[in-house]
């Protein structure tokens, strides 16, 4: 009896849930319904399990560290049985997927299952396109077969014979010397064949070292015999790996720069657009851009004739340059610059701002090598300060200074603290967090912060036409970041092209304009995420425009609504707040730039 009272309860609570859950995500009202989607929609139980099985396969399958309890696999490249294992779980998914009732679900969940599908399909696409990789540099690593058999005995325990293994690995050393010599013999290999392969036999050497340090000392014939072909393997795969990158036909660009990268071409760069949900080809971007900075240059001539310098805007940003703090007092502007936003932002009642949020933002001072690829402040948790230090050239000093004057970091403080990075991040771990690492996308990442740039100027945060211009300064170089980043991909610009280009049109210091460009081609950007700044922005805005500018939003309903959200590509943060009805094959679509107006 008391069992089939608990039976009935459980079922009563189910069939409420789900009445409660589709009704939330109708109404879009605020209440206990909807409070249940903050952190869940009937498709994230999937996206968070998936995520930590991928994780559960790539620990079992990849090298194990072996010092201590509990510590994660260490990063290495798929091993062909990874990778099928790998290839199988996503089939897995697509069927659990397929057995969801779709049509059933609300937004929330029709987004997630929409997201994860293509993330499922998109790494089945890399898995197999990863595959065939390897199939093509096998001839270069004819050993791998024994240190994987080798491997797979590690990961429950099997007993070795100690001479066998010995014998084993010293066959395989045997092997690699002759890859060795035969790759001695080539004058030069692709740069992302030469990456992969090199990537692999380090993976290669990360899996023996493993399975190497699982039976070493404990099992004693293994003790005696394995250490000396063990040590010459090891050593020998370390530079077989250096040999192979030395073929590389990647080079650092000779136009005096000295910055390295890979243009990835047309067809690449419109499937990682496709992919990234941007229904614009490379080169409507560019066209976007052009017309953005066209709009930039008019509302700096506007500002340069308000000073007093006619249509000589350079001279009014020399002026803008120049206002530089002393040394020692950029952290006092920061505070100062933090709490200008703050005020303006309650002033307009653009959003309701935690009060933790605003407390807990921290502040570090970047060092002198990092200044090098980070000119200006970056941000997250805490904003870290670009400002001159003691150990810089007087040339190095003052450009540092005049980059980071009060009216450039207007538009740039509260981009990284309060309601930029700090805040993202303060939200992202409070309000569906799962979606953060499944989703992950720059045109959410810098999308939501370069937002805040465009809305805070339309609302006129800056008044002064010195605030103006420091504010297009930036505005400028994201649209200078649209131009140079597809540039150097399609192959139509070096590196120095790019440097020119932010230092002739935008006005940039040279030093600044340098970093700037090594860090885009030379960091661990993926080459999209410098046009993300804009073109997120751009998206976001034109959301705002549909619903706020109509009158169905407030301002803080919108931004609410929107960070609540976490990562999301754009068109499905819009498909949410709009309750946009979705297919499951949903493929993007959203047109949000008005070339015309």
């Known amino acids: 009896m008391a069992m089939s009272i608990i039976r009935l309860q459980k079922r009563m609570a189910v069939l409420l849930l789900g009445m409660l859950l589709p009704m939330a995500g109708q109404t879009q009202q605020p209440g206990f319904a909807e409070a249940l989607y903050e952190q869940a929609s009937e498709a994230s139980g999937l996206v968070v399990q998936y995520g930590n099985d991928v994780r559960a396969i790539d620990y079992f399958y990849g090298p194990m560290a072996s010092a201590g309890f509990g510590r994660w696999g260490m990063a290495s490249a798929n091993s062909p049985e990874q990778r099928e294992r790998l290839l199988q779980l996503d089939n897995e998914y697509l069927t659990k997927l397929a057995r969801l009732d779709f049509d059933a679900m609300s937004i929330h969940g029709r987004v997630d299952y929409v997201l994860l599908k293509r993330k499922i399909e998109a790494n089945m696409m890399r898995l197999k396109e990863e595959a065939e990789r390897y199939r093509r540099i096998e001839p270069y690593i004819p050993f791998a077969g024994t240190i994987y058999a080798f491997e797979a005995k590690r990961r429950r325990g099997t007993s070795v014979e100690g001479q066998v293994v010995a014998q084993q690995l010293h066959n395989a050393l045997t092997e690699l010397e002759a890859a060795k010599k035969s790759m001695e013999g080539r004058s030069e290999l692709d740069q992302n064949e030469a990456a992969f392969a090199a990537a692999v036999v380090d993976g290669l050497?990360?899996?023996?070292?493993?399975?190497?340090?699982?039976?070493?000392?404990?099992?004693?014939?293994?003790?005696?015999?394995?250490?000396?072909?063990?040590?010459?393997?090891?050593?020998?795969?370390?530079?077989?790996?250096?040999?192979?990158?030395?073929?590389?036909?990647?080079?650092?660009?000779?136009?005096?720069?000295?910055?390295?990268?890979?243009?990835?071409?047309?067809?690449?760069?419109?499937?990682?657009?496709?992919?990234?949900?941007?229904?614009?080809?490379?080169?409507?971007?560019?066209?976007?851009?052009?017309?953005?900075?066209?709009?930039?240059?008019?509302?700096?001539?506007?500002?340069?004739?308000?000073?007093?310098?006619?249509?000589?805007?350079?001279?009014?940003?020399?002026?803008?340059?120049?206002?530089?703090?002393?040394?020692g007092k950029q952290p006092e502007l920061i505070i100062k610059l933090?709490?200008?936003?703050?005020?303006?932002i309650r002033q307009h009642e653009l959003?309701?701002?935690?009060?933790?949020?605003?407390?807990?933002?921290?502040?570090?001072?970047?060092?002198?090598?990092?200044?090098?690829?980070?000119?200006?402040?970056?941000?997250?948790?805490?904003?870290?300060?670009?400002?001159?230090?003691?150990?810089?050239?007087?040339?190095?000093?003052?450009?540092?200074?005049?980059?980071?004057?009060?009216?450039?970091?207007?538009?740039?403080?509260?981009?990284?603290?309060?309601?930029?990075?700090?805040?993202?991040?303060?939200?992202?771990?409070?309000?569906?967090?799962?979606?953060?690492?499944?989703?992950?996308?720059?045109?959410?990442?810098?999308?939501?912060?370069?937002y805040w740039e465009l809305l805070l100027y339309d609302k006129g945060f800056a008044q002064t036409p010195e605030e103006r211009i420091g504010m297009l300064f930036w505005r400028m170089h994201r649209c200078a970041r649209i131009t140079f980043s597809i540039k150097f991909h399609l192959g139509e610009w070096t590196p120095q092209q790019c440097i020119d280009y932010l230092v002739d049109k935008v006005g940039h210091e040279p030093a600044n304009a340098h970093g700037e460009v090594k860090r885009s081609f030379e960091g661990n950007y993926g080459p999209l995420y410098q046009l993300a700044y804009l073109v997120g922005g751009l998206q976001l805005f034109s959301i705002k425009k549909e619903l706020v500018d109509s009158g169905k939003m407030t301002f803080k309903q919108f931004h609410d609504a929107v960070i609540k959200q976490n990562y999301l590509p754009m068109e499905m943060v819009r498909a949410t707040l709009t309750n946009q009805k979705l297919e499951k094959d949903y493929e993007t679509n959203w047109k949000f730039y008005d070339f015309n107006r």
Request: proline share 7%.
């Open 205 to 327: 050497k990360a899996r023996l070292k493993s399975t190497y340090d699982f039976y070493n000392g404990y099992d004693p014939l293994f003790t005696w015999w394995v250490p000396e072909p063990y040590n010459a393997l090891d050593q020998a795969l370390d530079e077989y790996a250096k040999l192979i990158r030395s073929k590389s036909d990647a080079r650092v660009f000779d136009d005096g720069s000295h910055i390295g990268g890979q243009p990835i071409g047309r067809e690449e760069l419109n499937r990682q657009l496709q992919e990234e949900m941007i229904a614009y080809t490379a080169d409507e971007l560019l066209k976007l851009a052009d017309k953005e900075f066209a709009w930039c240059e008019a509302e700096l001539l506007k500002a340069s004739r308000e000073m007093g310098f006619g249509d000589d805007w350079r001279a009014a940003q020399e002026k803008v340059k120049n206002s530089y703090v002393p040394p």
């Open 338 to 344: 933090n709490d200008d936003a703050i005020q303006f």
């Open 351 to 450: 959003m309701d701002l935690p009060p933790l949020a605003e407390e807990t933002w921290g502040m570090i001072m970047m060092t002198p090598e990092r200044q090098l690829v980070n000119p200006f402040f970056t941000g997250g948790r805490e904003i870290s300060v670009s400002y001159p230090t003691n150990t810089m050239s007087h040339e190095q000093k003052l450009m540092s200074m005049r980059g980071n004057n009060p009216y450039f970091s207007r538009g740039t403080v509260q981009h990284e603290l309060v309601p930029g990075h700090h805040l993202q991040y303060f939200m992202n771990s409070r309000y569906k967090p799962y979606r953060r690492e499944a989703f992950n996308t720059p045109f959410w990442t810098e999308g939501w912060t370069l």
